[in-house]
C-alpha cells in the first residue's frame, strides 16, 4: 500500500513553454502533498506544500507565479512550470501523507529537461 | 535554528564490511525521524519511522536506532545493492520537515 505515481517520468521541453507533472496517490486519500526539487548529487529541497481545495504553501524563494500547484482532489496534485528556462532543469519529486503522523510517501520523480 | 546533518558525505566499505551511517537533528517537537533509500533518478523509498528515543527498527541488514539527539543506521555485512544513498528527515512541529544531504554508500563486491 501507500503508492504514489508521477507522469511524465521524463520530459524535454522547448524554453518558453509550459510543463504539467502530475502526482497521484494511488491507493489511498493524500491530505496533504509536498513538492520537492533535486539537483544532482543533493537532497530534497521542499517547494511548497499543498492540501486538497486550498492554496498551496509555497517555500521562501519559490516563485508561485513560475510554479503553479493545484490540488484538485485527494489523489490528484499537479505542479506546472510555466515559462521554462534551462535552470529550472532538474529532478522534480512529490510525496504524500496519509495524514496518519507517519512518513510521507515519495512518488518516483520526474525529470525535467529545458533545452 | 532546525536543521538535519547526515555524515558522513560518502562511505565506500567492501562487501561484508559493517558500518553506520549518523543522523544528527536541532529540531524542536519532533514527531518522527525517517530514513529512506534512493537510488540514482528514482525517487526516496520509505525504510524506517523512529518516534521516540531507544526506539529501535530492522529490517534485513538495516537497524535503524534513535536518541535524544542523532540516529544512526547500521549496515550489517553489506552487500553491492545495498549501495545507494540514505536520507534521513525529521518531521517536527508545525507539520515541517527537515532532510539532510544524504550519505552516498557505495559497497565494493
Not at chain 1, 87 to 110: H, K, M, N, V
Not at chain 2, 26 to 36: A, E, I, K, N, P
Not at chain 2, 85 to 105: E, P
Amino acid at each position: 500500500g501507500a503508492v504514489v505515481s508521477q507522469h511524465p517520468s521524463w520530459v524535454i521541453c522547448k524554453s518558453g513553454t509550459s510543463v504539467k507533472i502530475e502526482c497521484r496517490s494511488l491507493d489511498f486519500q493524500a491530505t496533504t502533498m509536498f513538492w520537492y526539487r533535486q539537483f544532482p548529487k543533493q537532497s530534497l529541497m521542499l517547494m511548497a506544500t499543498s492540501n486538497e481545495g486550498s492554496k498551496a504553501t509555497y517555500e521562501q524563494g519559490v516563485e508561485k507565479d513560475k510554479f503553479l500547484i493545484n490540488h484538485a482532489s485527494l489523489t490528484l496534485s499537479t505542479l506546472t512550470v510555466t515559462s521554462a528556462h534551462p535552470e529550472d532543469s532538474s529532478f522534480y519529486i512529490c510525496s504524500a501523507d496519509r495524514g496518519l503522523g507517519e512518513t510521507q510517501y515519495f512518488g518516483p520523480g520526474t525529470r525535467l529537461l529545458v533545452l | 535554528e532546525d536543521q538535519v546533518t547526515q555524515s558522513p558525505e560518502a562511505l565506500r566499505l567492501q562487501e561484508g564490511e559493517s558500518s553506520s551511517l549518523n543522523c544528527s537533528y536541532t529540531v524542536s517537537g519532533l514527531r518522527g525521524l525517517f530514513w529512506y533509500r534512493q537510488d540514482p533518478g528514482k525517487g526516496p523509498e520509505f525504510l524506517f519511522t523512529l518516534y521516540s528515543a531507544g526506539e529501535e527498527k530492522e529490517k534485513e541488514r538495516l537497524k535503524a536506532t534513535l536518541t535524544k539527539k542523532e540516529s544512526f543506521l547500521h549496515i550489517t555485512a553489506p552487500k553491492p545493492e545495498d549501495s545507494a544513498t540514505y536520507l534521513c528527515a525529521v518531521h517536527g512541529k508545525g507539520n515541517q520537515f527537515y532532510f539532510g544531504t544524504g550519505t552516498s554508500l557505495t559497497v565494493i563486491p
